[in-house]
């Protein structure tokens, strides 16, 4: 068989291509024009993600101011209720009974202490102080901060001064608390209220507020509240992720599934345009043939069998012209079968469907090649059985299968093999033509088939191509590739079913 050749395209073209991909690197590879378009999901999925990481932020920050404007609302009516109830349960009984307010005296701080407990039981208060208007803790509900002048702070002083309310958020928690922590510890989370105590209005100050008492200061455990808001933001990123990922893996899918329709496409327009411009060289050739066959057979006819008698008689005379009119003779004979290979390719004929034993075909041509395969030391062996029957042209497929055997001798080294073996291709019945040659060389397969195409010296390049199209006008396919443990080996695949 025939190996070898040029490589379809030159260097300089190849590095032009570089060069302008180079120079335009957004310029869209028109064997993959998906490029583009896998670029812009790839985008599409970081904005989704940028977005959705911004939405979920803008959620959970949400999601946080109203629990913290909650937990403020709920602050504001304990602390209000805490004033209700040191009012009317402790600050009116004691002035009533001992003239004046004085916590250094044990008995009105423990029933100072019995209201304040009542009130604030199961309300999750850390911590409760009361302070003097010279900003020391008058009352606490741990005694040993008693009488320290330095914990208010300046909120305390802003209460005392303008009678400001005032919330503070204090935490804990560190960043990976915040995004990865499962579950939080109790105290984590403290909301601090600043409320300046105030008596109750009464007849005396109906249109003002009552004078100022004291100032409470509170801490509440808000951290189960906390918690359920970081819950809330991580099922949100968690669910923004999956979603965009399940959303980039579709649009993924689809761009794959459509390229891959996109480049089936591709070769079948690769294939046309082949098959299109093999019509038009057959269509020139057509052309060209039938114009000078008829002035190129009949003067090579005469030439011939002149030459076939004058060599008889020199033979029998013993004359001095026996090998010159040999030479002609077989020169003569060679250019006759090139002119018919001529016109076998650029006119090859509508073929006559029958039943065609495969193994009587090949039988046939195995047995007027044995004589070459012998010249060249090859030994050809088929193993086709009988009632390997397809539907075709018993004598255009005998010309397809000698020239594959003949191409397969002649690619053999001297002592070589060539074996023709049946097989089952994806279902169907095909015919093996293997070799022990020297191989396809696998960067020009696509070129063996191609007429006048040949590594031969003295070869037109037409035989491959004739034999692809015989198989071609019976709708089977040759498929030319390298054996598994080297040589050449030819498939036909056939459409009958194995």
Same mark, same amino acid.
């Given at each position: ?25 957004? %310029?869209?590879? *028109? ?15 970081? @904005? ?9 932020v ?7 101011s109203? =629990? ?20 009317? %349960? ?17 008995d ?6 019995q ?13 409760? %102080? ?16 008693v ?6 702070g ?19 928690? #560190? ?14 989370v ?17 249109d003002?507020?009552?004078? =100022? ?8 455990d808000?951290? #189960? ?30 761009? %794959? ?8 496409? @591709?070769?079948?327009?690769d294939? $046309?345009?082949? &098959?299109? @411009?093999?019509? &038009?060289?057959?269509?020139?050739m ?8 008829? &002035? ?51 006119? *090859? ?8 034993? @495969? ?18 030391g ?17 004598? $255009? ?18 002592g ?27 960067k ?5 088939v191609? *007429? ?27 498929? $030319? ?18």
């Open positions: 068989m025939s190996r070898g050749c040029e490589p379809r395209h030159s260097l300089f073209h190849i590095f032009d291509l570089g060069q302008s991909m180079k120079l335009n690197p957004f %310029r869209v590879d *028109p064997a993959h024009p998906f490029q583009l378009v896998k670029f812009l999901s790839i985008s599409t999925l970081v @904005l989704i993600l940028a977005s959705s990481s911004l939405m979920s803008f959620m959970t920050n949400y999601a946080k109203a =629990l913290l404007k909650k937990n403020q609302a709920f602050a504001r009516l304990l602390a209000e209720n805490l004033n209700h109830q040191i009012y009317r %349960r402790f600050t009116l009984p004691v002035v009533l009974g001992f003239g004046r307010v004085e916590l250094k005296r044990n009105q701080y423990e029933r100072l202490a209201v304040i407990e009542s009130t604030i039981h199961s309300f999750h208060v850390l911590d409760l %102080r009361i302070y003097d208007e010279q900003n020391e803790v008058a009352f606490s509900t741990d005694v040993k901060q009488g320290n002048n330095e914990l208010g300046e909120a305390v002083q802003a209460a005392i001064d303008s009678g400001k309310i005032s919330f503070e958020l204090l935490n804990s928690l #560190s960043i990976w608390d915040v995004l990865v922590g499962i579950n939080l510890e109790d105290g984590d403290v909301l601090r209220t600043v409320y300046p105590l105030r008596a109750e209005r009464d007849l005396r100050f109906r003002q507020p009552g004078p =100022l008492l004291g100032i409470l200061e509170l801490t509440q808000i951290t #189960s509240d906390y918690e359920t808001v970081l819950h809330l933001q991580r099922l949100i990123i968690l669910t923004t992720f999956m979603g965009s990922a399940a959303l980039y893996g579709l649009i993924f899918f689809l761009i %794959r599934k459509a390229d891959r329709v996109l480049d089936e496409r @591709l070769r079948d327009k294939r $046309l345009e082949k &098959e299109l @411009l093999q019509n &038009e060289k057959l269509a020139s057509g052309r060209m043939v039938a114009s000078i066959a008829h &002035e190129i057979r009949n003067p090579l006819g005469i030439i011939r069998s002149s030459a076939e008698l004058l060599l008889k008689r020199q033979k029998a005379e013993g004359g001095a012209n026996v090998k010159m009119l040999e030479a002609i003779f077989h020169e003569s004979k060679r250019l006759s079968q090139t002119v018919n290979d001529f016109l076998d390719y650029a006119r *090859p004929r509508q073929p006559s469907l029958e039943d065609v034993d @495969l193994e009587k075909v090949v039988r046939h041509a195995v047995g007027f090649l044995t004589q070459e395969g012998q010249e060249h090859v030994a050809v062996e088929s193993s086709l059985t009988e009632g390997y029957v397809v539907q075709g042209d018993r004598d $255009l497929l005998y010309r397809g299968f000698y020239n594959l055997i003949s191409n397969a001798i002649q690619a053999c080294d001297d070589g093999q060539v074996r023709i073996m049946p097989v089952c291709h994806e279902g169907q019945m095909a015919v093996l033509v293997q070799d022990t040659g020297t191989g396809f060389d696998s020009q397969l696509d070129r063996y191609e *007429p006048f195409f040949t590594t031969k010296d003295t070869g037109t390049g037409l035989g491959l191509a004739i034999t692809s199209s015989i198989f071609q006008i019976h709708g089977a396919e040759m498929i $030319l590739r390298n054996g598994p443990h080297g040589g050449a080996e030819a498939l036909v695949v056939f459409s009958e079913h194995c």
